[in-house]
């Protein structure tokens, strides 16, 4: 660095999923200055494992962007399950069972000497989309992340509103069907059940086509071309998928009376198959004031959202 | 009023329904000093009309407090239907569909020089019980008024959230039967058709019991009577209420992870008859760490939610 470039503050986020780990880091602009994608290993299943897996991570970065770009000043992680924020707990976590009520917060804290902030997926993808992605300049929001199962989150006042307990935002089981589809939190007919990766298979499962298995690895992927190429069934898996998400939406925007939905995960990308059956419902069930021109938008960040986001939750 | 006593500034509520206006007045300390409830005129439903009622009975109860207990300092309007609260105009008004458009705001400030704030009348109960009743020291809650009809207000960090539009807070159109009841709304299957004196209603005529009518007037309290003293079909009807009111609060607790639940109106008197059914859905349909340790209380202020609701618009 020469001595006429500005030193950055850079804000580190991770993004702990099943399958991988990843890893960015924002400028005070909120500009990316790097982004890695890397496996969760066997050893880091266990709670000592993954503690010396993200100091080693945090590390490797730290040494790559600091000559460059200034001063790692914060970590923030995002992580799927039940987060204790104001104690940096993973009270529970669906991955990675052996985690639960891991204070990870202060423990990698006292490895790494800076602030640590923790909080589920959800939340964090709902802080990247506001502050780097589709909800940026907006005031509030609600956002969706639409993968294996639906989580969400609320942007209200230019915060996430993350609640009492820090648990606000859990949209994916709010009940759309009271009698229906039994839903892995003990619920019956959480939207989780309808617009999502689960909610495909049980499609799938109800329907017993010949030629579609609910286990295939590229299911959402198959069923997409096909219904993009007019099969009927698929067509109908992913009505049924935006007709659930519309009917949760309406209610959520008659409550809050916000102006912008962002879906976000992995299913946003078979928006163009739903969104038609989605609009339908919202504008069928929320008052007219309510549902005037408001705006759908597909994430802007991808699956960077969770990443990004947890980057920004000390301020967001 | 003597030189030694105190000169406070007063503020004045209206809660106007389709058959009474109430008017009261509170002191600094939210205090009532005064309450009067008048029956609506025929002569009111016109605009002109109703615009010389209310400065009629503003006049007059000045002229009441004014000597004893201070200075009029605001007015504030609660009222059924879609509001503009910026603007101060009644959009639609359910009970008076000759006040459509009407520009209240400015039309009576400039008689009685006085502030004026209008909002829709569960928006005025949700900020009466924040600042006078049940919700009196609560950071955050939400609220359904239960009557004809389901209204609802969502109460965060001290201040009612209305949204982009002034039009959040309707929890009484939630979707909790997609091809339930239809509703006056246009939707099909909100919580208003099934936890509100209509949805009384509306299960007595899909029951249709010999003794039961439901365009009985007293309906409620005969019903009420019935399933206190264990009458089957009365009780079910109460735990229908009960369960969808369960369900529906289900959702906004998990979206908003809130610890408290105020019902306020005319049939929140029947929470005896109801509310282990509510109790049940919440439980089960939201999360532990969620549902863990709600409070759901009965409105504090009675019937004068709304009016005293309307003094306090100016501060919620």
Redesign the interface.
């Known amino acids: 660095m020469t001595p006429t470039e500005e030193i950055m503050n850079l804000r580190l986020g991770m993004d702990i999923g099943g399958t991988n780990i990843k890893v960015g880091v924002l400028d005070e602009r909120f500009q990316s200055v790097t982004f890695h994608i890397r496996p969760v290993r066997e050893t880091d299943r266990s709670e000592s494992g993954m503690m010396e897996r993200l100091v080693e991570m945090i590390g490797e970065v730290e040494r790559e962007v600091s000559p460059r770009y200034g001063i790692l000043t914060s970590v923030g992680i995002g992580i799927a399950g039940?987060i204790n924020l104001r104690e940096g707990i993973i009270?529970k976590s669906p991955n990675f069972p052996l985690w639960n009520n891991m204070a990870l917060g202060v423990g990698l804290r006292s490895r790494i000497k800076l602030p640590v902030f923790i909080d589920n997926d959800a939340n964090a993808a709902t802080a990247g989309e506001a502050l780097c992605g589709s909800g940026r300049g907006s005031d509030?929001f609600i956002c969706y992340t639409l993968g294996t199962g639906v989580g969400?989150g609320?942007y209200?006042n230019h915060h996430v509103?993350?609640?009492?307990?820090?648990?606000?935002?859990?949209?994916g089981?709010?009940?759309?069907?009271?009698e229906g589809r039994p839903c892995n939190?003990?619920?019956r007919g959480c939207l989780e059940q309808y617009a999502s990766l689960q909610g495909l298979k049980r499609f799938v499962a109800e329907h017993a086509p010949a030629d579609l298995q609910p286990d295939d690895r590229d299911l959402p992927k198959i069923m997409a071309e096909r219904a993009a190429k007019g099969d009927m069934l698929c067509r109908q898996a992913f009505e049924s998928f935006g007709?659930?998400l519309g009917?949760a939406a309406?209610?959520?925007l008659?409550?809050?009376?916000?102006?912008k939905v962002v879906l976000s995960g992995g299913l946003s990308n078979t928006m163009p198959l739903f969104l038609a059956a989605m609009r339908k419902e919202i504008h069928?069930?929320?008052?007219p004031?309510?549902s005037q021109g408001v705006e759908i938008l597909k994430g802007g960040l991808g699956d960077k959202a969770g990443v990004y986001g947890a980057a920004v939750l000390d301020v967001s």
Chains 1, 2 share one sequence.
């Open positions: 039940i009270t509030h969400g609320i209200l509103w993350r609640g009492v307990d820090g648990m606000a935002g859990e949209l089981h709010m009940t759309v069907e009271p939190c003990g619920n007709r659930y009917i309406a209610g959520m008659n409550a809050l009376n916000v102006k069928s069930r929320s008052f004031a309510v």
